[in-house]
């Protein structure tokens, strides 16, 4: 067993994929009219067969109280690895991201916090040692 799609609500699907892609470096593996909604997703360009990123929208009544809560409690929806935190946050602060979390060395791995402009906070952290 593998993980193959996890998924992001959303507020807004075409500024999710700007942002996801313009801005923190994804690529879209897939978009397909879904009538509503589309079915978008992105990958690393690093690993474009590995794990996709679904842009889901949040347009269902129990994800935006969850969305705010995580929030509202710091914690950030998904975790991606990097090579060097700091060097990631000052290339996406240059890009206009706004962290809520400044890298911060927490013994095993050093991690970050930073909005991604559709109602969720991202984690980027690399492993210490």
């Known amino acids: 067993m593998k993980i193959h799609i ?3 609500y959303v507020d807004d699907q075409e500024k999710a994929l700007r942002f996801y892609t313009d801005v923190l470096g ?3 593996k897939h978009d397909i009219d ?3 909604a589309r079915w978008l ?3 690393s360009p690093e690993q474009p067969e590995g794990t996709e990123l679904l842009l889901e929208p949040d347009g269902h009544p ?3 109280p969850y969305k705010e809560a995580l929030v509202a409690d710091g914690i950030p929806i998904i975790p991606f690895a990097v090579d060097d935190v700091h060097a990631e946050a000052e290339r996406l602060k240059g890009r206009g991201v706004r962290f809520v979390q400044d890298p911060v ?3 095993p791995a050093t991690t970050a916090v930073f909005e991604d402009t559709c109602g ?4 980027i952290e690399h492993l210490n040692g």
């Open 105 to 107: 060395d927490m013994g």
């Open 6 to 8: 996890t998924s992001v």
């Open 34 to 36: 879904m009538g509503e």
């Open 120 to 123: 969720n906070l991202l984690q």
């Open 26 to 28: 994804f690529v879209k």
């Open 41 to 43: 997703t992105v990958v």
């Open 62 to 64: 129990a994800v935006k």
